[in-house]
């Protein structure tokens, strides 16, 4: 998508496929209310005219394969990015900081799965860079919560009220 003003914000959607979240009878939070809160926010940031990044991991499954699929309960624009990551930091491999750099984008929102894992990788990345960042609280996933409680303690959070606000004052 070629947006038409600057972008100063994305929000990063980290591996939502359904090969990790189907084979969970029980995460936390519960899936639902997560999907709720993303597809909440990416609306209202794509509303302000703000981007929405789709990472797929596909270190251990092939890119061609269906269960790699971005969950079907979540909106994902056609015109949204999606980039295909092996590594669970995705700032290693240069696919998402040269869209962020082209994008413009000064603070990003990072939302998905795993919280231990790639979210915690990605995270890691994006602060060794130096770039801006928070979490979005009830929108990063673990099949337990002492994960979650983990990564949410070392990294700023916020609500996706105070995400869907700060996209107003844009």
């Known amino acids: 998508m070629e947006y038409l003003h600057h972008v100063c914000q994305a929000l990063v959607v ?10 969970h009878a ?12 993303i597809n909440h926010v990416a609306a209202a940031l794509r509303k302000a005219g703000h981007a929405v990044i789709w990472l797929r991991d596909h270190e251990t499954i092939p890119v061609d394969d ?4 971005i969950l079907d309960s979540l909106d994902v624009d056609p015109a949204d990015p999606q980039i295909e990551k ?6 290693v491999e240069p696919a998402l900081p040269a869209l962020l750099e082209r994008l ?5 929102w990072f939302c998905g799965y795993r919280a231990e894992q790639c979210v915690l990788a990605t995270a890691r990345g994006a602060s060794d860079r ?6 979005v609280r009830g929108a990063i996933l673990a099949p337990d919560i ?5 990564v949410e303690r070392l990294f700023p959070l916020a609500s996706h009220e105070v995400v869907t606000a700060h996209c107003k004052r844009s």
């Open 104 to 108: 413009k984008v000064e603070f990003v």
């Open 130 to 135: 130096g770039l801006p960042f928070a979490l």
């Open 146 to 150: 002492e994960a979650v409680s983990f």
């Open 66 to 69: 269906p269960r790699g699929r």
């Open 86 to 91: 092996v590594a669970s930091n995705a700032f």
């Open 26 to 37: 029980a995460l936390v939070p519960p899936l639902e209310g997560a999907v709720e809160i």
């Open 14 to 23: 980290i591996d939502m496929q359904a090969c990790f979240l189907e084979q």
